[in-house]
């Protein structure tokens, strides 16, 4: 008779783990690297508050990317630094902007460095300066990284970075494919210099330059691009709307500004 009362109590057990794991729910948000680490900060206040939801923000497929999963019911919700474009819109996505991203120029710590003019990253961009102790630093090799076409970084600063568009990068820099491998390769690479977004780069052991005394914790600081979410209206239910509502929530938005953000 204790046998069977046993077993009966186990299968209660096993009844109620599994009712739990059944109950718990993952959110897979794919799309861009930029501001990667911003909504990593969100996701994990959010799953403090909502511990039955976990959050998940794989390896970057760029916001073209993103909106082509979502858009072809691959994933529920997207990530982008960027609107959607005219071609993309027959997805009919919802795009909901929730915060700016500062899009910074770093270097590797060998370049002691703090400040550039922008006329002077034009022309270490360009191939002009090619050493650094043509703008103060030491005698050494400027190494220049640039991103790929169509890299949301690259976007903001052709639209926002008077000049930056009307260059012709030099053809000795490297090119990069995705934010991570842009971080490992100034971490890990002398005399090199590449850009990226704050909130991610703020995280790495390297100098982030100011740009004619501007820092991008500054409210003026004019280097600035959004971090946006995407998903179907017909989607927008549960814990995907639950979410997205904290998002643009009043909590998010110190969460965003502790993370080198600036709420949207």
């Known amino acids: 008779m204790k046998n069977v009362r046993w077993n009966m109590v186990l299968v209660l057990l096993v009844v109620i783990c599994a ?38 923000l794989p390896e970057s497929i760029g916001s073209g990317g993103g909106i082509k999963a ?30 700016k991203i500062p899009i910074v120029f770093y270097v590797n710590k060998s370049v002691t460095l703090k400040d550039l003019s922008a006329q002077q990253i034009l022309d270490i961009y360009s191939g002009k300066i090619t050493n650094w102790k043509e703008v103060g630093g030491d005698d050494l090799n400027v190494r220049v990284i640039t991103r790929e076409e169509g890299d949301s970084s690259q ?75 995407i998903y179907k209206a017909a989607n927008y239910t549960g814990n995907i709307k639950k979410f997205v509502e904290f998002v643009t929530s009043e909590a998010a938005d110190e969460v965003i500004k502790e993370a080198g953000g600036i709420p949207f």
């Open 19 to 56: 009712s739990g794991l059944a109950a718990a729910e993952e959110i897979t948000i794919v799309g861009t690297g930029s501001g990667t680490a911003i909504l990593q900060a969100i996701a994990d206040a959010f799953s403090r508050e909502n511990p039955d939801v976990t959050i998940i």
């Open 70 to 99: 979502v858009g072809r019911d691959e994933y529920l919700l997207g990530r982008v630094a960027r609107d959607i474009q005219e071609k993309e819109k027959p997805y009919g996505l919802t795009y909901l902007p929730y915060a």
């Open 155 to 229: 976007t903001i600063l052709l639209d926002s970075f008077p000049g930056f568009k009307d260059i012709t990068i030099t053809p000795k820099a490297k090119t990069t494919f995705s934010d991570p491998e842009t971080e490992e390769a100034v971490v890990n690479t002398p005399q090199v210099i590449a850009y990226g977004p704050y909130s991610n780069v703020k995280l790495l052991d390297v100098n982030i330059l100011t740009i004619d005394g501007k820092s991008p914790t500054e409210a003026d600081y004019p280097y600035v691009g959004p971090a946006g979410l």
